[in-house]
């Protein structure tokens, strides 16, 4: 008994600050998505409204369409990649430790900061531009995040160098999970490299590649940060994400009813992918 109300003690804290910072926000931005609300005035209640509008607003299909593609290219890249770098540096010499830090630093740092670095690197006066300028390559300068073809592949860019990192620790730690002695045992029976990482490697890391996967998933989903710093939705609204229209309705025009509208139904959304990520995941765990 005295360990049980020790236990409630506790928690009692997290309780609150998960209370205080994510189910009243949530709980709150749910009773909003019914209303029509400027952020002063008054509230009135209007129903399932703002949901349907979803389904006309133009410029909102523009944001899907973004948000999709930076999340389907950077979730295939970034596990990829994440899962070759990961067998790379899956050694413990010393080297390797030094080239384990240098691939994760991107992650760590400020992902704002990240993106006004690049921005400056991406930028007509900036460093690619004097490169291929000093190289004679003139005909290939260009103001890379002010035209609609290159702005959202540099936002692409930039997310997969600020998170490749993370994904490789996540596939490092699921690599050292793996037995050595199923290796070895391939060896002896003559199994080349190819075979060892189809038929061992890749079905004993289920768990890290679908940690990895969804992470890729929520991450691309919910993009902001970087597209504001670099292109602030443009031009036009050509690299705007559903996560910046958002942002863009609540603040900018004081839509907070739409606003939170568009919020829970991207919170359903990512919650339906998480599913169906997770059930088609479990299926293919080894144990």
């Known amino acids: 008994m005295k360990h049980s109300k020790a236990s409630v003690a506790f928690a009692i804290p997290s309780i609150i600050v998960y209370s205080v910072l994510l189910a009243v926000p949530i709980l709150i931005a749910l009773l909003l998505s019914f209303t029509s609300w400027n ?11 703002n949901f349907l509008r979803i389904f006309k607003d133009k410029s909102l299909g523009i944001a899907i369409e973004n948000t999709v593609l930076v999340t389907v290219v950077q979730l295939i890249i970034c596990n990829v990649l994440g899962l070759f770098m990961a067998m790379l540096v899956n050694r413990t010499d010393r080297l390797t430790s030094i080239l384990r830090t240098f691939y994760f630093i991107p992650y760590v ?8 670095v ?4 991406f930028a007509y006066n900036g460093v690619i531009n004097t490169i291929l300028k000093t190289v004679g390559l003139e005909k290939w300068i ?3 995040t002010s035209n609609r073809k290159g ?8 997310g997969i ?13 699921a690599l050292q999970s793996v037995p050595q002695e199923l290796y070895e045992a391939a060896k002896v ?3 080349n490299n190819w075979t060892k990482f189809w038929h061992i490697t890749l079905p004993l890391i289920t768990s890290g590649t679908m940690i990895s996967v969804l992470m890729g998933l929520i991450n691309g989903l919910k993009a902001y940060d970087i597209v504001k710093v670099m292109t602030d939705g443009g031009p036009g609204n050509s690299t705007e994400t559903i996560v910046y229209s958002i942002v863009r309705y609540g603040f900018s025009n004081n839509m907070m009813g739409y606003a939170s509208a568009l919020a829970v139904a991207l919170f359903l959304a990512i919650a339906v992918f998480t599913l169906i990520v997770l059930r088609f995941f479990r299926n293919k765990e080894v144990y």
Request: hydrophobic share 60%; proline share 0%.
């Open 151 to 158: 702005a959202l592949i540099c936002i692409i860019i930039v």
């Open 39 to 49: 952020g002063i005035g008054e509230i009135k209640y209007i129903g399932f409204n």
């Open 189 to 191: 029976d003559g199994v």
């Open 142 to 144: 260009t103001a890379f």
């Open 109 to 116: 740092l400020s992902s704002v900061a990240i993106a006004f």
């Open 118 to 121: 690049w921005k400056a690197i």
């Open 161 to 173: 160098w600020n998170t490749l990192g993370y994904y490789m620790m996540i596939y490092l730690a």
